[in-house]
């Protein structure tokens, strides 16, 4: 058996695995991971070092007792609740507070991301210009014919196409912006 002295150093690292064991999805590990709580000796040094060790745990064994797949986790995963329930009712609380806190923060956060998302959607959205551009850019490749690695994509219709394309690369933006196809080309570096 593990000494005190040696169980307080292991705390924080041996309490994350289990927090992790105790959440997995496979029942033999959760179960097992749940299965220290069993034992008297164990429980009497987690008593001692719960003000540690309750945070860590926490959010997992809260999921799991309220929607965990496997009868035998959620019935365990409710005791070891109850357990630190007598033990210490204020933490258990403080702990439950802490956790609904980080689940509101993720959901507004999560809105934000998808609120600023649909900004930058409307925004290209109101730029007709880049859309008539990105429908004559994709008519132009349509209309591109499907080359041989030999041919090289030389022919009447694929320097037609090359035209319309420069053409409406050349277009200044409407948004100030220049974009890497407006780019002036060395057309001295094209003759070497």
């Known amino acids: 058996m593990v000494q005190?002295?040696?169980f307080e150093m292991l705390v924080e690292r041996l309490f994350k695995r289990i927090h992790l064991c105790i959440g997995s999805p496979h029942f033999q590990v959760a179960?097992?991971?749940l299965f220290l709580w069993n034992n008297e000796y164990i429980v009497s040094l987690i008593m001692q070092k719960r003000e540690a060790i309750l945070p860590l745990v926490f959010a997992s064994l809260y999921e799991n007792?309220?929607?965990?797949w496997n009868g035998t986790?959620?019935?365990l995963t409710c005791n070891v609740v109850k357990l630190f329930m007598e033990m210490d009712g204020k933490l258990f609380d403080d702990c439950?507070?802490?956790y609904r806190k980080k689940l509101n923060e993720k959901e507004?956060?999560?809105q934000q991301l998808q609120n600023e998302w649909k900004g930058i959607e409307d925004l290209a959205n109101k730029n007709a210009t880049a859309q008539q551009k990105q429908m004559l850019l994709e008519f132009t490749y349509q209309q591109l014919p499907q080359q041989t690695?030999?041919?090289g994509g030389s022919g009447p219709k694929?320097?037609?196409n090359a035209r319309a394309f420069g053409e409406v690369t050349k277009e200044s933006s409407s948004d100030g912006m220049r974009r890497k196809s407006m780019m002036p080309t060395n057309k001295g570096a094209q003759g070497n």
């Open 108 to 110: 507004e956060a999560a």
């Open 149 to 151: 690695p030999n041919d």
């Open 158 to 160: 694929f320097e037609e």
């Open 96 to 98: 439950e507070f802490d």
């Open 4 to 6: 005190a002295k040696e």
């Open 65 to 68: 007792s309220q929607s965990h």
């Open 31 to 33: 179960e097992r991971a």
């Open 73 to 75: 986790v959620h019935g």
